[in-house]
RNA sequence: AGGGGUGUCGUCAAGCGGUAAGACACAGGCCUUUGGAGCCUGCAUUCGUAGGUUCGAAUCCUACCACCCCUGCCA
C-alpha cells in the first residue's frame, strides 16, 4: 500500500477520470513495477477525426501525468485496406497536436513473425486448429446471439496436422479464404467472440509494410493484445465496443508465454452534435462530393478543423474537459466553439475587415487624404503591440450595421445618429443613396474631427462602435463562412428513417467574395489565427481566390448576445 | 442460451454510507472604443423506477424499467 497517492494524475491537474483512478490503484498495488505505457493503435485505413482526438489525448496524457510513455502503434492487419497515405496523415495529426511518440513508432506488422510463432504455439497446445470450413458454413455453425455455435469438423484436427496445413497457409499453397485458422475455445459461450474466432486468415494481398512476404495475415483480436504484451504495454486502453472482447483479449495472453501482462478498459467514443464520427459516414460524405474532401473545414476530421482554423491547444482543451466515463453521450458542440474561443481570444491578433461591404463617404473630410490611426493588436494582451490603420474619406462599412428604421435597441448606424468608428471618429449618417431598385448604395456622413481616436473631447457618449476599412488601402479577399454540417443535433442516427444525408445543412459553407481587409491583413500568413473584429475568429487558408486573392475561412464567429436576443424575437 | 455495458441538471461530468463539485448552455446584472473579452448572480431538496437495510443512501441489497454493443475470414 503506497501511504501517500502517487505523483501525477490528481494533483497535475490532469482531471480525474475513472481510468486515471484505476491506474493509480495499479500503481498503489505496485503492479507492472510501476510503470504507466500506453499506446494509441489506430488502423491506417482513414483520417483521423475528433473522436481519435480524444483518444490521442487520454492516451498520451495519461502517460505523461503518470511519468510514463505512449506509443504510436499502427494497426495493420489487413492490408486491403490499409494504405502509407493514412500512416503519415496520422502521423501528422498527432505530431499537430502536440504529442510525441519518441522512436516508439511501431507496427502490429512488425511483429508477424512473433505472431505467427505464437500461433504455432497454440497449435502445439491443441488450443488452435487449420478449419476448411468457407466463410458462410462458419457463420452458419456460429449459430445465433440466443443459440449456441456447433463444433466444426475440423475440431479435432490432430496438432501435427494443424501444423503442417498451418505451414502450408503461410507458404502459399492454399486460395484465398479456402482455410482459417481458429482458436479452440467455446462454441456455446454466450459470448460469440469466444465461438472459436478466426485468428489468421489467407490473402494475396500485398501489406503497405511487409511486402509480398506474407499471405496469412492474423485477426485483430489476436494481434492487438498479444502486440500490446510485446510492447509491454501495461494499460490498453480502448472504446466501449471491444469490452466483448476483453475476455478473448485476455485469453491470448493466458496460454502464451509473453513478456508482459497488459490490461483492457474501454471508455465510451466520443459523439458530437451536429456532425458524424463514423468512418463510414465520413467517407461518404468525402467520396459523393457532398464536401470538399477530407480536410473540408466543416468536417470534424483533425485536417478539416485545422483548415477551419482550430488550434491543437483548442482541441486538446476540449478533449480536457469532456470527461472520460463508460456512458453513451453526445457532447455539445457549443463546448468545441466554446474552447476554440477561448484559446483564440487570448492569441489572435485583431484586424478590421468587411464582409458585406456598404460604402460610406465622410463629406467633410478632406478628399485625397489618408491618415494613419492606431489600433490595439489584441486587448488581452498588450505584449502584442500596435499597429497603423489607414483612415480615408471614401470607407466600407457592414452592411447590417446600417439600418435605416431601426429599433429602438439597435446602436448602430441609422440615420441622423453618431456611431463612433473603431479607432477613428464619431460619424454621424446624414443621408442615404439608393439605386433604382431601393438598395442602399451609400451612405454620406460627417465626422467630428474632435474625437481622433474614438473619444469626444466633451465626454459625449455614443452607443455603438463599428469596424470598417478604407476604400482606397483595402485588401480584397474572399471569406468563407462555415456554420455546422448538419440541422439535426443527431443526424446519423436515422432513427427516422431519413438517410443523415437529407439532414446537411444548405447553408453550412456561405461564400463572400467581395470583402475588404485593412491592410496589415495581406501579409497574414496561412493557418496564422486572427479576429476579425467584432466578426469572429478568421484563418487564412493555403488556397487562393482568383486573381490571387486571398481566401479566408471563419472558424468561429465571436460570441453575439445581440444577434442571439434578435433571433430570439 | 444468450452475453456484455450504461442510467446524477438542457449537454458533458464529479461523487465510492455523512447529507448533490465543476464545465458548457441558459437567464439576469455590472463593465466596455469589439453588442467581443472580463466580472457578479441565478440555475438538480434530488441522483431511471419501486421497495428494503441504516441514525443517515446517488452511494449497500432486491426487483423492475430504459437505452447502447455483440452473430466480418473488419478494426
Redesign the pocket.
Known sequence: MAEKAPAGAGDEGWP???IA?RIRTDLAEGRNGGRVHTRFPP?PNGFLHIGHAKSICLNFGLAEAFGGLCNLRF?D??PT?EEVEYVDSIREDVRWLGFDWGEREFYASDYFEQLYQYAVQLIRDGKAYVCD???EQ??EY?G?????GRNSPFRERPAAENLDLFARMRAGEFAD??R?LRAKIDM?S????MRD??IY??ARVPHHRTGEQWCI?P??DFA?GLSDAIEGITHSICT??????RPLYDWFIEQLPVPSRPRQIEF?RLNLSYTVMSKRKLLKLVEEGLVEGWDDPRLPTISGLRRRGFTPEAIRSFCD????????????V??LE?AV??DL?RRAR?YLAVLRPLKVVIENYPEGQVEELEAIN???DEGMGRRKVPFARELYIERDDFMEEAPR????LTPGREV?L??AYFIRCERVAKDDNGEITTLYCTYDPATR???APDGRKVK??LHWVAASTAVKAEVRLYDRLFTEPDPGAEKDGRPFTDKLNPHSLEVLENCFLEPALAEAAAGCPV?F??LGYFVRDAACGPAGKPVFNRTVT?????A?KAA?R
Open positions: 480525474e477520470n475513472f483512478a488502423e494497426d492487419t489487413n485496406r470450413l468457407s466463410a462458419i457463420r456460429r445465433t446471439l440466443t443459440e449456441p479464404g479456402s482459417v456455446a454466450g459470448n460469440i467472440n474466432p478466426v486468415r489467407i495475415y485477426m485483430y492487438h466501449l465496443e471491444f469490452q466483448d472482447h465510451a474537459r469532456i470527461g472520460v466515463a463508460k456512458r453513451n453521450s453526445m457532447v455539445d457549443a463546448l466554446h474561443r477561448e481570444n485583431r489584441n486587448p488581452e435597441k439597435f446602436h448602430r463612433r473603431r479607432y481616436g474614438g473619444s455603438g462602435t479576429q473584429e467584432r465571436l460570441r453575439d448576445t445581440w442571439r430570439r
